[in-house]
């Protein structure tokens, strides 16, 4: 099952919305994910790597994203996990901007 929740263009003003929680994130250009991360809680938050991919501190990449869905999970490790197999599974490969060893 793909992130859950709503999709939100990819830009400062929702980016800066984004909840402050743990919690699994996809990135899209267009239709196309083209990436999936985790914020694993404490200072690290949706929020904050969400931030991170917009501002191009996680690479250009990640950074050309037209959109985002966000989805708050007390289990953002193994949420990612599922999320990434799940992809892998249906595309035979991992989202471009995901490193082959994710």
Not at 33 to 47: F, L, Q
Not at 81 to 90: A, C, M, N, P, S
Request: glycine share 6%; charged share 30%; proline share 5%.
């Amino acid at each position: 099952m793909p992130v859950s929740g709503d999709r939100y263009p990819f830009n400062a003003a929702n980016v800066d919305k984004s909840p402050d929680e743990a919690g699994v994130y996809a990135l899209y250009d267009g239709d196309e994910c083209i990436y999936i991360g985790r914020a694993k809680g404490d200072t690290t938050t949706i929020r904050s790597r969400v931030q991170d991919h917009l501002s191009g501190r996680e690479g250009k990449c990640t950074q050309e994203a037209t959109h985002y869905r966000r989805e708050v999970t007390s289990s953002p490790v193994s949420r990612e996990k599922e999320l990434l197999e799940e992809f892998q599974i249906y595309r035979s490969r991992l989202p471009r901007c995901n490193k082959q060893s994710a």
